[in-house]
């Protein structure tokens, strides 16, 4: 059904900056929830930013004041752009489309985001 496709990962230094792309396949991001998640080795998936189809967002402490989420409905593509990158933020980044309804959620395959020197 729906396939969540991330693009922007790469190598970056410290201090870079990197933009990941998320594009749905088939739906239609307005009526949804679009997050980013990461999951770092070792660690559990947790929560980047999230972005509702009214445009308010929510940033993982982490994060806040470095990295932005974004949505262009036009281009049906979701954006996170990442600043002052760290180390730490080295993580595979999925893409999540969150549901209308409990249990209706899609995720994408992810992509890597190395940060180091």
């Known amino acids: 059904q729906v396939q969540l496709v991330e693009s922007g990962g790469g190598l970056v230094q410290p201090g870079g900056s990197l933009r990941l792309s998320c594009a749905p396949s088939r739906s239609n991001i307005r009526f949804y929830t679009m997050g980013w998640y990461r999951q770092a080795p070792g660690k559990q998936r947790e929560l980047v930013a999230d972005?509702?189809?009214?445009?308010?967002?929510k940033y993982a402490d982490s994060v806040k004041g470095r990295f932005t989420i974004s949505r262009d409905n036009a281009k049906n593509t979701v954006y996170l752009q990442m600043n002052s990158l760290k180390p730490e933020d080295t993580a595979v980044y999925y893409c999540k489309q969150y549901g209308l309804k409990y249990g209706d959620d899609y995720w994408g395959q992810g992509t890597q985001v190395t940060v180091s020197s």
């Open positions: 972005i509702t189809s009214g445009g308010s967002t």
